[in-house]
C-alpha cells in the first residue's frame, strides 16, 4: 500500500481520495457504463470501474438492497489472487473456511448401507497459488467489493431497486444504448425511465433479460441437474463433518458436503438427479424434509440432526452457453452491449465454478471497457471480451462434464477404486481456476519470446513470487504490489549486468507500472546507479517512489523460481493479471508495437 | 473466527452481537470503571473492557476527537500478537512499514565528515514471533482499537471532550471513588460534574493529573533527554532512506531515521541533547528549520530536501518511573485507583519502547478489572497489576539507559567496531518486547514442572505454534484461537496414548477455553474417542464445537519445535497470553488450587 505520497492522510488510507466529478445521488440519465446486476460479475466489474474516476458508471440491482444470504460459497485461488489485487484477499482468507483436505466417502464393501471413507487427499497438493482455497457466503464476497468501490476515487455504489426492463442500441453517436427500467423501491417506486448509456454490461444471471434484449440464448444439454441445497446448523457423529466430503450411497445418492466459515456452518449439496429442461419442473416443489431425509439416509450409519436451516433452494442447473458475450453479429461492428457470468454460462454446482468465472468475466470487461471510455485505449479492445470469455466458458462446461457424470457414477462402474480421488489430484488447476490460457489476440502475443520466461506462460495468470525490495530489504510477493488500478505491469528482469534495455522510450507511462527485478542479492544493487525510470517521481511534492527496484536474496531467488533467463526478459501483464508479452530486454520495437496497438 | 453458532449472521462477524445493559448516549453518572485519557494504555484497557458487557465501562478524554497525527509510532513484535488477539493485527501488517533490517551508518575513518555504512543487520535474526517489528502512526493504532471497541458487545465509543480534574476515594462501599470532570465540548461544553466509579484507570499520559492525585510521583535521573522529532516527505540520495537507520555523524550529531508506512513519509529523531529537568526549557523553542539543518549536516554528503512536515515536536523526555501504579498505601488496603502508560513510566525515544509497554500495562489491568467487576474472580487480583508492571518499567528503563548511552557515544569511544550492531542483534529480544517475565505470584506459578514444556516458560507470553485441526486438517497457529475475550486458556498436551487427566474436573469453565492436541499426526486421531470436555456443546442449538482438538502433522510437530514432553503437559496460559502454569496431566488438585486462588 503507498500513500502519504500528496501530504499526511489521517484515517484509513484504503479509503483513496475521492477523484473526478462528484456522483449524483440520483440515477443520472446518461451514463458511460451502465452495469445490470450485483451477482458477482457486476459487482467485480463494479469495483474495477469505479477505479476510473473520469468514467461515469452506475450499476443498477432489482433487490431492495445487498444480498443477505446464499448462492455460491466456493472461492478458487485465482478469486483470492484477484482480489488481493482489490486489497481484501487478507480479510476474506480470516473470514472463509479454508479447504486444506478433501475427504470421499463410499458404500463399504464388506457392508453397503454404511459409508466408509476411502480417501483423503490435500486439496492443493501443488501449491499452486500463495493463496488458499475458501468457502465464503456469496454475500460477503460481494460486501467486500461494495467496499472497495465505496472507498475507490469515484466513491460508487449500486443503485438497487432498480430493474432492468429492456434495451435498444440506437443511432446516437455518443450514447447509443437506450435503457429502460423501472424502480421497485425508494421514493420513485413504480417510475419507469430511460437511461442512454454508451456501454451496458449485463450481469443479470441466468435468466437475463440483457441477454435476451441481444437476442442470445443459453444452449446446452436437455437436462439440468437438480441440486436440494441447504445451510445447516447440525449435530452428527460423522467425523468429516468439517471436512469437505464427496459421499457416494449404495444406492446411488450422493452428497457434496461443504463446511463453511464460522466453524458452524455446513452446506449440504444433496444430488436430486436429472430433470428435463422443459418438463414440469415437479422437483422444484421437494420439501426442505425430503433433502434432509434424504441426506440423513445417505449419511448412514451416522447420525444427522439438523438443527436449524438459515437458507435452502431446490437449484437446477445444467451447462449452458450462449455463443458470444456481446451483441457482435457482423464481423467488424463493435460491440456496445456485453454479457457476463450466469448471463451467459452456467454450471453444474459440483465444481464451484459459478461465482469464480462471474467474477472474472466481470473483471475482463471491465477493465477494457475503462480503459476505452477514459479515451487511453483503442476500442477494439472490446472485442477481446468475448473472445476470450467465450472459451474459457465452454473448456470449463467440457470439465464440469466430465466431473459431474464422475460423482454420479455408482462406485463399481468406475476404472479403479480410486479414480475419483486421483481425478480430483490431477486436474486441480482447473477448479481452482488456473487453467485459463488465452489465446494470442492483440492483447496477448504469439509465445515467440517464451523461453526466456517459462514460469511465466504468457496467457495464463502472472504467478507472483517473493523477491526483496531493494530499498528497505523487505521480501515482498512481487505480484502483490499491483492493484486492481487498470494500469499494466512491465516487470523488467535484469540481466546479468544489470542491463535493464530501455524501458524509458516505452511511452504510455500512465497505463503502465513499471519494475525492475535484478538477478543479484538485494545487497549488492546500488539504488543510485538504477536508471531514473525505476525511481520515478510524483505526486506535489514530486517524491521518488522507492517500491518499484526489486533483487533476489538469500531466501528468495524469483529467477530460478521462475525459470526465467539469466540474459534477462521483460514480462508484461495485464491489468487483470494474465500475463500478455514475455520478450528480450532489446526488444523495444517489437514492445511498442505491442502497445501501440492498444493504446492511442 | 468462529460465528453463526446462534444462527446464521449475514454481514460482517468481527461486529459481535450486542449484550449487557444498553450502553447510555450520555456519561453516566455512575460507572463500574472509568479510563482517564485515550492514548495506547487506555483504548487497551477500553477495547479489553469492551468485551465484559456487563461491566460498565466509560473512558474520557480531554481531546475533541480520535488522534489525527504524530507521537509514537514503533509496533514491537509483541505488541503485534496482542493486536492478533483484538482482531487487528493482518490489517495492520497489511498498513504499516516492516522493519526488516537495520543500517548504522558512522564517519568515514578516512574522511569523518563523510558519513559511510558500517553494517546492515537483519532486525529479528531469530524468528523470535510470527509476527514482523512494524512502524505505524499510533493514531491508526487507536482507531484500530476504538474499532474493536465499537463491534463489541459494549458497543464502546470513548467520550471525547471531557476533561479529567481531580478524584477522592470516598467511603462509599460501592462506587467509591469520586471523579470530577468538565465538559470541553458539546452541547454540555464548560459543564463539570461528578462520577462515581468503583475503579479508575489513569492513562493520561506523562504530565497525569490521576498520578498526582493519587500523590504518585515520576522520578528519575535529573537530566530529559531533547529529540527533535518530525515526519517528513523529502527527497534524498542517501541510499537507506527507506531503511531503519542510526547514524552518528563526526561531531557527535546523531539522527534515528525511521521510514514510515505508505512508502513516502520518514521520521528523523535529531538528538538535541541533554537538557536539565528543572531548566528553562529553552530547547522547546528549538525551530523546525533548525532541526532541520542539523539532520542535513549529519547526512552529509548525501543531500536533503525537505518538501512537507506533516508533523513536528521537540520532545523531552527522560527515564521516570513511579514506585508503584496504583493508589496502595497501607499493605493489605485494596486499590481502586491505577496508573498505566506514560502515567507511570516514561522512556527514552530511542527503544521505541512508549506505545508498546503502555498497551501491555492497559491490557493487564483491564482483564483483571473486568473479571473482578463482573464478579467471577477475588479483588485481590488487582494487586498483582503494579507488582507485575511497575517491574518491567524499571527493567526497560535500565535497558534503555544502556541502549541510549551507547548511541550517544562517540564511534571511537565505543569498546569496538561493531559494538553497537551487536549489542542489538544480542539483546533482541528486549527491544522486540519479549523479555517480559513476571514473577511467581497469585496468577504465575511457581516453575515446578517447567521441565515439561521448557518451550513455555512460565511468566513469559505464550509462543504460538502451527499445529492441525483435527476437524478439518487445517494447519493453525494454536495461539490464534484466542481472542481477548477475558478467559484463561488451558492447552493439554496429551500424552504417548492419548491421556489427557481430567480436565472436566476443573470448574470456573465459563472463564476457560480448553483445548487438546495430541502429539500423533492428525490422521491418526480419532474424534469420537476424544473426551467430550473438548467438544463441548454451547448456543441456542447446542451445537459442537469443533475447534478444540487439534494434532501433529507431518510439516508441524509443536511437541518437538516447543519441548513438549512426551507423557503430556498441562500449560495454563492468561487472558493476555501469559503463561501462567505447567503441570503434568495428572496434577488436578494442584490445578484446582491455583484456580481457587484466582476465581470466586
Ligand atoms: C437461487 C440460486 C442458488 C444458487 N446456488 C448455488 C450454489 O449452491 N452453488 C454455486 O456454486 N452456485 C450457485 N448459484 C449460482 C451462483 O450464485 C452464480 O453462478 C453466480 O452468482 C453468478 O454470478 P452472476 O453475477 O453472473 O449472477 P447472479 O449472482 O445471479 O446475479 C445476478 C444479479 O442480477 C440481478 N438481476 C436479475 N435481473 C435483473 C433485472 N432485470 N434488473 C436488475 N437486476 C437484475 C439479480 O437480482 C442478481 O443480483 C446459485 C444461484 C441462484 C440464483
Ligand atoms: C508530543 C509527544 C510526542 C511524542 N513523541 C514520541 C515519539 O516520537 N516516539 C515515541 O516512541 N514516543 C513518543 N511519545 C510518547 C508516546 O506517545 C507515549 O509513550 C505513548 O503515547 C504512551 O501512551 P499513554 O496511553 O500512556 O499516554 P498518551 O498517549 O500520552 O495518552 C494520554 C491521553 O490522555 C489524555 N489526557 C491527558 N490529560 C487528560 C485529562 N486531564 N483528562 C482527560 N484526558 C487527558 C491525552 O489527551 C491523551 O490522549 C510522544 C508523546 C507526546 C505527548
Request: charged content about 25%.
Amino acid at each position: 500500500m503507498q500513500f502519504h505520497d500528496s501530504g499526511y492522510v489521517s484515517g484509513d488510507p484504503r479509503v483513496q481520495p475521492a477523484a473526478g466529478p462528484a456522483r449524483p445521488v440520483e440515477l443520472p440519465d446518461r451514463v458511460d457504463a451502465l452495469i445490470v446486476g450485483a451477482g458477482p460479475a457486476g459487482m467485480a466489474a463494479f469495483a474495477q470501474l469505479s477505479q476510473f474516476p473520469q468514467v461515469s458508471t452506475r450499476l443498477i440491482e432489482r433487490r431492495p438492497g445487498r444480498l443477505e444470504i446464499g448462492q455460491a460459497d466456493g472461492l478458487q485461488a485465482r478469486s483470492i489472487e484477484s482480489f488481493q489485487a482489490f486489497g481484501f484477499a487478507q480479510r476474506l482468507v480470516e473470514e472463509a473456511y479454508r479447504i486444506y483436505s478433501m475427504a470421499f466417502w463410499r458404500p463399504s464393501p464388506q457392508e453397503p448401507t454404511h459409508i466408509v471413507r476411502t480417501g483423503l487427499v490435500p486439496d492443493d497438493p501443488s501449491g499452486i497459488s500463495e493463496f488458499p482455497h475458501l468457502i465464503l457466503n456469496q454475500a460477503r464476497v460481494l460486501d467486500y467489493f461494495a467496499e472497495f468501490a465505496a472507498h475507490s476515487p469515484g466513491r460508487a455504489a449500486p443503485d438497487y431497486g432498480v430493474e432492468f426492463l429492456g434495451l435498444e442500441v440506437t443511432g446516437d453517436a455518443d450514447h447509443p444504448v437506450r435503457v429502460d427500467v423501472r424502480h421497485r423501491t425508494g421514493p420513485r417506486q413504480g417510475e419507469r425511465h430511460s437511461i442512454r448509456a454508451k456501454y451496458v454490461v449485463g450481469c443479470d444471471g441466468a435468466r437475463s433479460r440483457v441477454r435476451e434484449a441481444i437476442g442470445r440464448r443459453l444452449v446446452g444439454q436437455d437436462a439440468l441437474h437438480a441440486w436440494g441445497v441447504m445451510d445447516v446448523l447440525a449435530e452428527t457423529d460423522f467425523p468429516d463433518f468439517r471436512t469437505k466430503c464427496a459421499i457416494q450411497s449404495h444406492d446411488g445418492g450422493n452428497i457434496l458436503l461443504i463446511p463453511r466459515e464460522g466453524g458452524y456452518l455446513t452446506r449440504f449439496y444433496v444430488d436430486l438427479g436429472e430433470v428435463p429442461e422443459n418438463g414440469d419442473h415437479d422437483v422444484r416443489s421437494t420439501s426442505l424434509e425430503t433433502i434432509v431425509a434424504r441426506a440423513g439416509r445417505i449419511l448412514h450409519p451416522y447420525s444427522l440432526d439438523v438443527r436449524d436451516v438459515p437458507w435452502w433452494s431446490v437449484y437446477e442447473v445444467g451447462h449452458r452457453l450462449t455463443d458470444r458475450f456481446d451483441d457482435v453479429y457482423e464481423r467488424g461492428r463493435e460491440p456496445r452491449v456485453f454479457i457476463a457470468g450466469d448471463a451467459c454460462h452456467t454450471h453444474s454446482a459440483k465444481a464451484g465454478q459459478g461465482m469464480n468465472v462471474s467474477i472474472q468475466d466481470g473483471w475482463n470487461i471491465a477493465w477494457k471497457l475503462g480503459l476505452v471510455l477514459d479515451g487511453r485505449a483503442r476500442k477494439s479492445l472490446l472485442g477481446t471480451y468475448s473472445a476470450e470469455r467465450q472459451v474459457v466458458a465452454q473448456n470449463l462446461i467440457t470439465f464440469d462434464q466430465e466431473w459431474s457424470s464422475l460423482m454420479a457414477t455408482p462406485a463399481q462402474n468406475l476404472p479403479g477404486p480410486t479414480y475419483l480421488e486421483d481425478f480430483y489430484v490431477r486436474t486441480f488447476e482447473f477448479p481452482a481456476g488456473f487453467m485459463t490460457r488465452y489465446e494470442p489476440s492483440m492483447l496477448i502475443a504469439e509465445p515467440v519470446y517464451q523461453s526466456l520466461a517459462p514460469g511465466f506462460p504468457i496467457g495464463k495468470r502472472f504467478r507472483s513470487a517473493w523477491v526483496h525490495r531493494v530499498s528497505d530489504t523487505t521480501p515482498v510477493q512481487l505480484g502483490h504490489h499491483a492493484r486492481a488500478d487498470g494500469r499494466w505491469r512491465i516487470y523488467v528482469f535484469a540481466g546479468p549486468h544489470g542491463e535493464v534495455g530501455e524501458p524509458e522510450k516505452l511511452g504510455h507511462q500512465a497505463s503502465f507500472d513499471l519494475k525492475v527485478i535484478y538477478q543479484q542479492p538485494f545487497g549488492e544493487v546500488d539504488l543510485r546507479r538504477v536508471p531514473a525510470v525505476f525511481r520515478p517521481r510524483g505526486g506535489p511534492f514530486r517524491l521518488t517512489d522507492w517500491e518499484k527496484v526489486h533483487a533476489t536474496g538469500p531466501e528468495h531467488d524469483i529467477f530460478a523460481e521462475r525459470e526465467i533467463s539469466r540474459d534477462g526478459a521483460v514480462v508484461v501483464v495485464r491489468p487483470d493479471q494474465y500475463v500478455a508479452h514475455v520478450l528480450p530486454l532489446t526488444a523495444h520495437d517489437e514492445l511498442r508495437h505491442f502497445f501501440d496497438g492498444i493504446f492511442l
